[in-house]
């Protein structure tokens, strides 16, 4: 049986770009790794969840991992939680959560408060008590991102966001959608009124107002999840796994399926990031563990910021980093996706369809020639993110047969 390496890359798919003559971002690369994995492997196309869909990463990573969303899905907060390295029990409720900026009406003035960059970490242990029982906890992110986690009885994540998701408009309070979401809103508003007072009094806010800098003074909170419970990764489908991603999100999905979170100095899912020391730490990884999924958050990032040079130029790097994968063909099956198509026309996510290849050694090779989203519609798969592990486990030799 082989090792499985599923390597996603985020927001790969594109749509054609004017400043690239009218080519997807993979299409104006140079790609050598690319096509050639393609050529001498299996190419194809891959509909995230379903054809049509715009999907998160989130769900998207979850559909790809063999966990079908509709039934599992409860929303980012507890995975951009657990990526953080907080501890995510089965009921809890947790949020993704901003540091912003309110003037003294309340209405928030910057959802990021200047981007801050230093001193959130005092700001969120200053936030972590307890109102009515129920226990809060606060941890922060990269610059203003935080996430936020409920703790105690009768929980519900049916509940509204307090982030206006814009500025100009007034922090909101916290509603109940439904009966059984009403004593979670009326303790986290209460929690977030006792935050505000907090936050304004502490030193990292009072020395940003000193120095004419956005003050921190606001947690904004969305998208509550209730912490689902998931079988082990382990248990359903037989592999013991890990995970490389500078995302806290991707990394929380995973060890909440019971992975283990691969460290990589230089991993900051931004464009900067090292990708020749995720790639080496791959196959490090792969002499220990049975499969390993990577995500490489650069080509969002790009797609996010409308700039197709950018993503463009991080797929020509991550494609040289790559080179070192048809040392280890004979014991691993590749998989190079992406969880969703972030087109720089649209600066967000779409429904297009995503190129796959798979390829490892003794593998039927199909019409397939150039990793992009037009040639691979030539290869032979037409899938959905919920086949991919069917297939893995397959081309890996250790799909269980279904009948006599």
């Known amino acids: 049986m082989k090792k499985i390496f599923l390597l996603v890359l985020d927001g790969l798919g594109d749509r ?33 969840i379903t054809p049509g869909y715009r999907t998160g990463s989130d769900t998207s990573h979850l559909s790809l991992l063999g966990y079908d969303p509709e039934k599992f899905y409860t929303g980012r907060g507890p ?28 209405i928030v003035v910057d959802r990021r408060a200047g981007r ?8 969120a242990e200053a936030l972590s008590f ?85 003050a921190a003074n606001e947690l904004l909170v969305r998208g509550p999840g209730l912490a689902p419970r998931l079988t082990p990764f382990s248990d359903l489908h037989g592999l013991r796994g890990a995970s490389i991603s500078g995302i806290p999100m991707i990394t929380g999905i995973c060890q909440l399926v019971g992975m283990d979170k691969i460290e990589v100095e230089g991993a900051t899912g931004r464009l900067d990031s090292n990708f ?14 049975d499969f390993l999924i990577m995500n490489i958050k650069a080509t969002d990032v790009a797609g996010h910021d409308g700039d197709a040079v950018a993503k463009r130029d991080a797929i020509q790097r991550i494609d040289r980093a790559m080179s070192g994968i048809f040392e280890h063909l004979d014991d691993v099956v590749i998989c190079v996706t992406g969880d969703h198509s972030t087109p720089c026309s649209l600066k967000d996510h779409s429904g297009d ?5 798979f390829n490892t050694s003794g593998i039927r090779v199909d019409k397939a020639r150039l990793y992009d989203e037009v040639s691979c519609s030539g290869g032979s798969y037409h899938i959905t993110s919920g086949d991919v592990m069917k297939v893995l486990l397959q081309l890996s030799d250790r799909a269980e047969k279904y009948g006599a």
């Open 16 to 48: 054609p770009n004017k400043e690239l003559g009218n080519r997807t971002a993979l299409q104006a690369a140079y790609r050598p790794n690319l096509n050639r994995l393609t050529r001498t492997g299996l190419g194809g196309l891959m509909h995230p």
């Open 79 to 106: 995975f951009e939680a657990m990526g953080l390295g907080m501890k995510v029990l089965g009921g809890d409720v947790a949020f993704r959560a901003n540091f912003g900026t309110t003037d003294d009406s309340g």
């Open 116 to 123: 801050i960059t230093e001193g959130t970490k005092d700001l």
């Open 130 to 214: 307890s109102v009515d029982g129920v226990e809060f906890f606060v941890k922060a992110g990269v610059e203003h991102r935080a996430a936020l986690v409920m703790r105690g009885e009768r929980l519900s994540d049916r509940i509204t966001d307090s982030d206006p998701h814009e500025p100009g408009l007034k922090v909101h309070e916290v509603k109940p959608l439904d009966q059984g979401g009403e004593y979670t809103a009326k303790v986290l508003n209460r929690y977030l009124a006792e935050a505000r007072k907090i936050l304004s009094e502490h030193p990292v806010n009072r020395n940003r107002n000193g120095n004419g800098e956005p």
């Open 276 to 289: 020749s020391a995720k790639f080496k730490a791959a196959y490090k990884v792969l002499e220990e563990y």
């Open 353 to 357: 369809a995503l190129p796959i290849l």
